[in-house]
């Protein structure tokens, strides 16, 4: 790696790929992939294999995580390749192996491309031709159409891009069955109203990061008080796809129980945010310690939400 090494200016600062030879080592190939996130994406999409009617042999399930795995550290590892010019100017980002040097971007791009590609292969050699089309869709959707088209363009970036990180119950679960249903459909639903309040809570507080790079997410276009209604509002929307589960008599008191306790937290938490002491131009006077509590939590929700499914799927 690290043949081709054109140094790049990128804003006012000029980032030297020598030390790509000499600096990168294994831990930057793996947090390129976005390794933390892959974790609870790869989950998503578990549940749905899980849940899934039919059968699927153990080791296909195995290679279709694989995939989902492969496939979301790929396309996350394009992203890294493109923003490199934004993550440089935002301090929660500057460190990342690309910002700081240490691998050359069109390494990182071919890795990113080649990984993504090894996983449709794999997915469509292993299972079926629906499942691989649906981790192709999603690549390109997190690739292009959020990283390169939506994310820069306008402050609903990540409602419709959230649709690409919505994919793996679905994959999961056609991976199994080879074709779609209502079930995964609304799983798909609540990662999907998951995403705003999981993004925006974030973007509270790395408001000043991404305005600074030029990034127009909806605090910096709209301001924090129109985001923390944004924030309750899709969170509500969010409880009631969340519980449909039940009414549908697809889940169990298990569920519901589960469901009802995290959706009433979710709520709070964003009642909280939308609460939480502010200047007149709408900055937290308390570091957002409201929107960062909301952020962890909702990581949590997602977690335990899913949980609860297979729970229920196997009492
Ligand atoms: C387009 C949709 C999404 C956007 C824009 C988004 C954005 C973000 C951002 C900016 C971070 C902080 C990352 C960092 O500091 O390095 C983050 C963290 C995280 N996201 Fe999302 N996210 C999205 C969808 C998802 C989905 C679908 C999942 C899983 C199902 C997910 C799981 C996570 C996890 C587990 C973390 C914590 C990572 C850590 O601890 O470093 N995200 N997300
Ligand atoms: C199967 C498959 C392809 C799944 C994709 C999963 C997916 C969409 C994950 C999105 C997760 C994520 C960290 C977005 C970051 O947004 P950002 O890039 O704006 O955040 P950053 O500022 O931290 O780079």
Redesign the pocket.
């Known amino acids: 790696m690290g043949q081709s090494l054109a140094d790049e200016t990128i804003g006012s600062k000029r980032i030297r790929y020598d030390a790509a030879v000499v600096g990168s080592n294994v831990k930057d190939w793996f947090v390129l992939l976005?390794p933390?996130?892959i974790?609870?994406?790869v989950?998503?999409g578990i549940v749905g294999i899980v849940l899934a009617p039919g059968h699927i042999n153990p080791i296909l399930a195995l290679i279709s995580i694989l995939c989902i795995c492969m496939a979301s550290g790929g396309a996350g590892a394009i992203n890294m390749w493109y923003d490199r010019d934004i993550d440089q100017i935002m301090q929660?980002?500057i460190t990342r192996p690309l910002p700081a040097g240490r691998v050359n971007p069109n390494d990182a791009l071919i890795y990113g491309i080649g990984v993504s590609v090894l996983s449709v292969i794999l997915m469509f050699l292993a299972t079926n031709f629906l499942t691989a089309a649906i981790l192709a869709f999603s690549i390109f959707f997190?690739s292009v159409v959020?990283t390169i088209w939506l994310?820069r363009s306008t402050p609903q970036?990540?409602v419709i891009?959230?649709?690409?990180?919505?994919f793996?119950p679905l994959i999961g679960w056609t991976s199994v069955t080879g074709s779609m249903d209502l079930f995964p459909i609304i799983l798909f639903s609540i990662?999907f109203l998951?995403?705003p309040p999981?993004?925006w809570s974030?973007?509270l507080y790395?408001c000043k990061d991404y305005g600074r790079a030029g990034i127009p997410m909806l605090p910096v276009v709209k301001g924090a008080r129109h985001t923390r209604w944004q924030i309750l509002i899709y969170t509500i929307i969010l409880a009631i796809v969340s519980l449909s589960p039940v009414y549908l008599g697809y889940t169990s008191y298990i569920y519901m129980g589960t469901a009802i306790l995290l959706n009433a937290g979710f709520i709070y938490m964003a009642i909280k945010v939308l609460l939480e002491k502010q200047t007149p131009e709408g900055l937290s006077l308390n570091n957002d310690k409201a929107a960062r509590h909301s952020?962890r939590f909702s990581?949590i929700y997602?977690f335990l939400l899913f949980l609860a499914l297979i729970i229920d799927h196997f009492v």
């Open positions: 976005k933390r996130v974790s609870l994406v989950f998503t929660r980002t997190y959020y994310k970036n990540i891009g959230g649709a690409a990180g919505a793996p990662t998951w995403t999981h993004f974030l973007a790395a952020f990581l997602l």
